[in-house]
């Protein structure tokens, strides 16, 4: 089995800086893309950054210039740096990672993470 574990969440100020960090671990033989997402109370969960395997990124127009997801492939952990908060940044942040269990595996499975709370304060 495949375990995500989200840490780094907390209460910030508005114009504060989070560091979100997500480690993998158990039965992997590789990661292909990982991503953050965001669910903020009664609404929907959404993409907010994606990095693939080769560091290939993309993002929410709502956090780009703010916030950067970056990994470290060694470590099979993810990162979510995120700067100058906003109240509207408050969400659960929920990591997922694409997994090959094994060098036969055709097709990558998804995992999720339990997530970590964010909570910006105006």
């Known amino acids: 089995q495949v375990q995500l574990v989200e840490s780094g969440g907390g209460l910030v100020q508005a114009g504060g800086s989070l560091r979100l960090s997500c480690a993998a671990s158990g039965s992997i033989f590789s990661i292909n893309a990982m991503g953050w997402y965001r669910q903020a109370p009664g609404k929907q969960r959404l993409l907010v950054a994606g990095i693939t395997n080769g560091g290939s990124t993309n993002y929410a127009d709502s956090v780009k210039g703010r916030f950067t997801i970056s990994r470290d492939n060694a470590k099979n952990t993810m990162y979510l740096q995120m700067n100058s908060l906003k109240p509207e940044d408050t969400a659960d942040y929920y990591c997922?990672?694409?997994?090959?269990?094994?060098?036969?595996?055709?097709?990558?499975?998804?995992?999720w993470g339990q997530g970590t709370q964010v909570t910006v304060s105006s």
């Open positions: 997922n990672a694409d997994v090959k269990l094994t060098y036969s595996s055709r097709y990558p499975t998804r995992y």
